[in-house]
């Protein structure tokens, strides 16, 4: 998916499409691309909308990061889901679905093989975050005496990493071409026809949507390139 407008990191994604901001020497994009060829990704279709022209124009068909490109374009915004709509025939039975803007260090292929053996509908690759209260918390029952008061706690969550492996077949009744469709609302549909797994390993992930999550992303890159590229050729 790479048609966004990054609103959140304007006024860069004024200039540049958010999967063409540069991390180290290459683009995002461009790891994430890296990254799936290792794990035996031959062929990959870009949802494209917002400066589109740029990403055609860097990327091409693929033939320099040794995955086969294609182009489908968004002519109004569909979401995070709706633009699987337009190329699902082409996708075979089971694919991988990621945002353009994410950088990990995780291991698609262990995912993928994590999805096959579970025969899931879908499996959504998922990251430990904490979120922090930075008030006292005060819980009252119904006649407003205190019953329990936290002072600062942490509340541990899993969230998406915005990597899915989905499985094609019951997405024909599911999705339809040019309708606006966000991957929450796909995922609780799939729910209903069968088992949506999550895959959990010991990476760094990081959404570099926010200039100081883009900030932190450029600082780790540039320590350990071959972290998230593989060794060197």
């Given amino acids: ?6 609103s959140r990191l304007y006024p860069y994604s004024a200039v540049l499409p958010k999967p063409l ?3 180290g020497d290459v683009p995002v994009l461009e790891v994430l691309l890296r990254q799936l060829g290792r794990a035996g990704v031959t062929e990959a ?3 494209v909308n917002h400066l589109r022209h740029l990403i055609e124009a860097f990327f091409g068909d693929g ?7 294609n182009y489908s374009v968004e002519d109004k915004p ?4 709706g633009p699987i709509a337009a190329v699902l025939d082409r996708l075979g039975d089971d694919f991988v679905m990621t945002n353009g803007d994410l950088l990990t260090t995780m291991d698609i292929g262990e995912m993928i093989r994590f999805h096959r053996n579970r025969r899931a509908v879908a499996t959504v690759g998922v990251y430990p975050r904490e979120v922090k209260i930075d008030f ?7 006649d407003m005496r205190m019953t329990t008061y936290r002072e600062k706690p942490n509340y541990p969550h899993l969230v ?4 899915y492996v989905l499985n094609a077949a019951p997405l024909q009744n599911l999705i339809e071409r040019d309708t606006y469709l966000d991957m929450p609302d796909l995922l609780q549909r799939l729910m209903v026809t069968g088992e949506v797994h999550c895959f959990r390993s010991d990476c760094f992930w990081l959404d570099i949507g926010r200039p100081d999550d883009f900030a932190r992303a450029q600082e780790l890159y540039e320590k350990d390139p071959q972290a998230f590229l593989g060794p060197p050729a």
Avoid: C, N, Q
Avoid at 136 to 142: A, C, R, W, Y
């Fill in 1 to 6: 998916m790479a048609g966004g407008k990054g």
């Fill in 21 to 23: 901001m540069p991390i």
């Fill in 45 to 47: 279709y870009l949802a």
């Fill in 63 to 69: 033939t320099r990061i040794g995955v086969k490109l």
């Fill in 78 to 81: 569909l979401g995070t889901a």
């Fill in 136 to 142: 006292g918390l005060i819980e009252v029952d119904p």
């Fill in 160 to 163: 998406s990493m915005g990597v």
